[in-house]
């Protein structure tokens, strides 16, 4: 009769070991398929175990395929032929006993997350793959003017503890409850009424769709049009929207700006369906598309069924002279704009909560065809937000951000203006968004530019590197995102690149 | 006044008369958009009925969005114009009035919020749009058998909640760094370390990303395997996922499952490149897959360039008996499967943190294709749940619901054995996950059984529903969800069943 040893269980159970012992016997082919094993009760006796040990054994094996069981007449060794040839049948390699070493080395995670967390300024730690796709080869620079990271001074941190015990003591059903596909039902409706008392955008609450980031509804609305459109997006833009539509590989056009926005003859002639925009605050020029365009590009929309804009109000809220610029969704009467905005901007980069606004048809569609997907953001966070809008202490954030921007930038722009960087350089844009134009005077090509700045520990990007396609005139403009920068960063960031201009 | 007779309710409680005969009416555009309807004192004695009785249909009404309420005015009937066109509508069809009449009342959202939050049983609160999909035409019954949701006595609220102030008090500086595009380092290390001693999975934490959800996963995998390929899901299997390739517009073949899982030779002639399964565990049917087609699976895919498993591990910590399964992931040599997991069946549905597993070739392509994209999981919440999974309360909170599902899955099924069920029922598949299988004895079809149980107030499905292709034998079989289901409920869901069928 089978048996086995116990007296070197290890760490293992009696059970765990009389199960491997079963399967390696299994895989060693010292069992064969169609093999009897002993009862049961006989096997417990003969190995001094007990009946229930046995029969966990078994029962592991059998759920696993190993062994099967015939009512009445025992248990029996599963034919396992299929099990890849060449691999070291018998000699424990699978992952079972592979989890054994593991078990030894308990230490090594935490002391690697822990080094990861200790490098409090670069932008994101790195793992090792990641570095291998070649993205940091250069330790981070100490002053990034690229980087959209929220300053840690910020962020609201003790209103938002406060409202996430509350939503924690107060609304534990409602945490745990499914929230509608669009999104947690109050956040929703706050979003409407703070979109009607500050923007001016009047939406029903089920217009409103919220989702993990701008870039998952970005996703969204493609299963939502259509992979079957034609794309546009901005030329010069952010470049992570044309990644989105390639990686999904949709057809995409770049359209060329003029100083209006959108060039409406090359949107005409490239044959596209839907055009991505940012009307208030264009990324990278900070351009803002007149009314008059507005309506030619609504008028675009309007001419043909199927047509659609993407209005992307990315930092709208942080506009820092006379109202917010009307959103272009308030002024469509033809149900062809879909507004898009974040809580990225407003909040933290790390708080992944946006939105996007459906005309009705959209909407309608939406419901009909996608909500079976569950919403992607956590119940925890819509509830917080909600609450944290609802009580007014966004506005009041963001307002507090738009001073404590306007101050930076104000301090940004004196400081370059008194500097000796000040005849050499020409400030573009600076009344809208978190970031400005810089342009300089200079014989060296932008990419030397940043590439010597980079050298000297400062993180800068060239407008010309947001073109698809070149265009002239546009070399040596750099973008200027101040929002993450550090006041005390400010005299060494001119001082570099001053260094490398004069 | 408003007014209603009670004479004939038929089967229906008086709520749910005086619930239908007003939703008919604002159907019906009797009531108008904005009007006052009476107060719940004055209705109740006019129509002889208790004040509980108008409460519970107005709450039902507000909850559906028929209704809403202005704190200390009233309740008023809801704008409308949103539902299809067809019914009885077709006036102020646009935004502007919509929301016009919805912002007039500033307590609305709260109290509609709270009202849709009351019913503890149901799936989810509707949303007026979302009931257009026709998903919400009854009101939801009291006893949910299909739903996933979490029961609130089982979130561990009060660790969460101190895990939650340690962060936000700790790791100011870590919430607002952007993490890598895979997630967190902490969290991925804390999984690697729970994989490593709970399921015998080896993995570096570079190999696993973080993502809103699994449904947001399979896009991702889409976009990193290919939209060329030709996916295949299992036939039956969890219908989101067919869903989801569906609206990505590639091409999904349905597999048969034979006794051991995927059909192998019907795998071969599909010209699948992607096989997506869920061998421990098995949704409907609640098959776990045996080692020796497992290993039939990962030589289908060893056989060609390209092909690929994604193994989803949905519910494998709640296996009642014996160890967890190995997953495939851990067996596999060629590099071929992608190891998807959840904290939404461990945690709550609406906690939106799933994980992927990425064989290395997978992973370093993910680096190089898809960094761009800004990780979906909040860093409030990973930080949370890393701490969480690194302090032990993770597995203690397993090991607590794993014994709590099994107490209730044994009374449910004692119940089911003791009661007048049991001639006429057969349990099947009930030592794993969260679900089993109750085949019914009964000329009734699934449609009708699922019907009948539906107008007494209990929600199930059938396993036919499951199917993409019918096939023979499938018949009578129900899906018993019983995770989400009250102890207090399971008498009154048994009754329900056997009224229908004895």
């Avoid at 620079?141 to 980087?147: A, G, K, M, V, Y």
């Avoid at 939105?355 to 119940?379: G, K, Q, W």
């Avoid at 005077?441 to 050298?455: F, H, K, P």
């Amino acid at each position: 009769m089978l048996t086995y040893s116990f007296s070197d269980t290890g760490s293992d159970s009696l059970y765990q070991h009389l199960y491997k012992c079963i399967k390696n016997d299994i895989l060693a082919r010292n069992l064969r398929a169609g093999e009897k094993l002993p009862s049961k009760r006989t096997f417990a006796k003969n190995l001094g175990i007990s009946v229930i040990t046995v029969e966990n054994a078994y029962a592991q094996l059998i759920s696993e395929g190993y062994l099967y069981s015939v009512p009445k007449k025992g248990f029996f060794v599963s034919d396992i032929s299929m099990l890849p040839s060449g691999t070291a049948f018998g000699q424990n390699s699978t992952a079972r006993s592979l989890s054994k070493a593991a078990f030894s080395q308990n230490g090594t995670v935490r002391s690697l997350s822990g080094a990861a967390f200790g490098q409090n300024s670069t932008a994101r730690p790195l793992s090792g793959a990641e570095k291998q796709a070649g993205t940091a080869n250069l330790p981070s620079p100490p002053i990034d003017l690229t980087s959209n990271q929220t300053d840690i001074r910020n962020f609201p941190f003790s209103i938002w503890a406060k409202l996430v015990r509350e939503v924690l003591n107060e609304n534990q059903q409602e945490l745990v409850t499914n929230p509608p596909c669009g999104g947690v039902w109050e956040l929703r409706s706050a979003i409407a009424r703070h979109l009607k008392d500050f923007r001016g955008i009047n939406v029903a609450p089920e217009q409103i769709i919220m989702g993990a980031g701008t870039e998952y509804l970005y996703s969204l609305l493609i299963q939502l049009l259509g992979f079957d459109k034609t794309y546009a997006v901005e030329d010069p833009g952010y470049r992570k929207i044309a990644r989105i539509y390639e990686k999904h590989k949709v057809a995409c056009r770049h359209i060329p700006l003029d100083e209006s926005g959108v060039c409406v003859s090359a949107l005409e002639k490239s044959g596209a369906d839907v055009l991505h925009l940012s009307p208030s605050h264009h990324f990278p020029t900070g351009l803002v598309t007149p009314i008059s365009r507005r309506y030619e590009l609504l008028g675009w929309a309007a001419r043909a069924e199927g047509r659609c804009l993407i209005e992307d109000d990315y930092d709208s809220e942080f506009r820092m002279t006379g109202n917010p610029i009307p959103a272009m969704q308030s002024i469509d009467l033809s149900e062809k704009v879909v507004y898009i905005n974040t809580f990225t901007k407003t909040l933290a980069s790390t708080v992944r909560i946006s939105y996007m606004i459906l005309p009705r048809h959209l909407a309608d569609r939406f419901y009909r065809e996608l909500s079976f997907y569950s919403c992607t953001v956590s119940n925890f966070e819509q509830y917080t937000l909600a609450h944290f809008i609802e009580n007014g202490s966004f506005e009041k954030h963001i307002n507090r951000m738009r001073s404590y921007y306007h101050k930076k930038r104000d301090l940004l722009i004196q400081k370059i203006r008194q500097s000796e960087l000040a005849p050499h350089a020409i400030i573009r844009e600076e009344d809208a968004g978190l970031h400005f134009i810089l342009e300089l005077r200079t014989g060296l090509s932008d990419t030397e530019i940043c590439r010597r700045a980079l050298q000297k520990g400062l993180r800068i990007a060239a407008l010309s590197s947001f073109y698809a396609q070149m265009a002239s005139g546009i070399e040596h403009r750099f973008i200027v995102n101040y929002s993450a920068l550090p006041e005390e960063q400010i005299d060494e960031a001119i001082r570099i690149l001053c260094e490398i201009i004069t």
